[in-house]
């Protein structure tokens, strides 16, 4: 048996819980197809998603298609909870992106496939929704074409678009037009097919033009588009075909040491922890013993593989109990070398803060956003230790409202939200560098420090990098000057984090123990790690706002489609709220307008667009850049004890 590991993927109700289900029941898993509208499917188990008819959290169904054991996992579309969509990109093996034949390619649809480019994620496309008023065949192809990638190649025709009665007709051996685009299409990266297939038509079979898509479809080179409904089932077996053809399903192995990520963590009735892991090699059983992250261990108490067995092999996916301590994306075993270490889509761009309605709920309100935040890293706790708040980094105001649902549902804790604001990053304006040495005033501390910030490339985050000898000190007290350094620059001279720069340590040194053979070890003479992590703030400091940093923040791409008519409404609002239209279309009675907008009044405009389009506007966001904050500079309120004013920052040393 081959095991395909496949994430359905697309932008919110685009269908994709509904195809779910299709596949599911073309599967024979189910009897009767459930429908999201009713809160019956398998895969929007949470009460919430049933209420609300959108999926929030991941989910994994499986099913086989002959010799195949397919995985699905069909993740959230709503932009508010792409953290779910980042979790699964790395475990798949392939991927179904789901786009509407009556909106088109949509913005959201763009930031995945770019995802699952980036990571090489083979992907075919199916074009849902062909039974709605509405449905395009050739301008949704185009799109694709125009806005996803040109390597594609649709698998056939649909008829009787817009009605009930919507078919897929695949393409089939002997179709002419059908060979000559796979000919022209694979030729790019197949030389041999090429020169062959212009020698002589015939020579080439179908069965090697085939053979030619699937190999490169497997490598993501090429992807199929097939056409369908989920609703009516339209194409639905044609897809099933495709996934198990035209996907690399691999046989699952269970040599080699024990490597997985963990993408997904839930917990049990009895509050008990359940990781869900993906193993690359090796094989997990009950009673292992495991290296969790970096350093940490556990032991499997319980383990639930494919078809409820009691061991996950490679190129698996399955549940395993008793790790306390484990988190979502922790390495399992030995970590992957080659696992891609970057982020896939833009960080949380607002927060907010959380604030119970009782006063004395505020310890309880602290465990359950901790266990929050362990299902999902993103949402980024911060305390507020001065004034004893918690932030939350968010997506979104649908992100919030589920949050707020889930912490009175499940935790019982009756919260409300300070006003959302928009999370600003700050970046190096140019080099600057200091140091404090050890002896030498104003140093107060055993330590001697030099440290330069240098800008770096946009993306790139932060790097430490030594200019000194290794030697020259005990390695704990560099580990304790990069970890601060990483640790000081969460705030900036603005409040905000610092990011894009090189810190480069430019001197070291340290008083050494002494080792008279009656001499105790004189603390007052030695340095310690602490004196490192004292002075680091100091001189980082002082480096940075000697370099000068300026803030940016997040700016969203727009894509937005109003009655032609109001095209001399809508335009003002926009500019007024800081946006830039960059492009506009106008086809028959639609327009639409494409641009950017400043993330932190997107809300404001989705607010604003009903009452200007007569409830027609449809608007769509997706991250784009960090651009700088024109005009009054938002400062964030300090968290930390960072020392902005060097005097203050000894005084609460020394208080401690
Ligand atoms: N007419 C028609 N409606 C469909 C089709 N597929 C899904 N729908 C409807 O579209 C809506 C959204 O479907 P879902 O399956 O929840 O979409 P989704 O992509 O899972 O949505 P999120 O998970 O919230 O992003 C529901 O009302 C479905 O009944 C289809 O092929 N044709
Ligand atoms: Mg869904």
Redesign the pocket.
Known sequence: MRTLNLGIL????????????RLLHAAGVIDEIG???DGS?QT?SLALERQR???IKSAVVSFTIGDVAVNLI?????PDFIAEVERVLSVLDGAVL?VSAVEGVQAQTRVLMRALQRLRVPTLIFV?????RGARFETVLQGIRDKLSPAIVAMGSAGGLGTRGASFAPYRAGDAPFARELVELLADHDDALLAAYVDDESAVSYAQLRGGLAAQARRARVHPVFF?????GAGVDELTAGIADLLPAAEAGGDGPVSGTVFKIERGPRGEKIAYVRMFSGTVRTRDRLRIGGDGEGKVTAVSGPDGGAAIAAGQIGKLWGLGDVRIGDAIGTPRTAAPGRQSFAPPTLETVVVPRRRADRGALRVALDQLAEQDPLIDLRQDELRQEISVSLYGEVQKEVIQATLANDFGVDVTFRATTTICIERPDGTGAAAEILGEEPNPFLATVGLRIDPAPIGSGVEFRLEVELGSMPFAFFRAVEETVKETLRQGLHGWEVTDCTVTMTHSGYAARQSHAHAVFDKSMSSTAGDFRNLTPLVLMSALRRAGTRVYEPMHRFQLEIPADTLGAVPPVLVQLGGVPQATAIRGPTCTLEGEVPAARVHELRRQLPALTRGEGILETAFERYHPVRGEIPDRPRSDNNPLDREEYLRRLAGR
């Not at 697309?10 to 289900?21: C, F, M, N, R, W």
């Open positions: 697309a932008h919110v109700d685009a269908g994709k819980t509904t195809l779910t289900e429908s999201v509208d499917t929007d008819g959108i999926t069909d993740t959230p579309g709503h789901v849902n929704k062909i039974d709605r369908g409904s989920a609703r009516t």
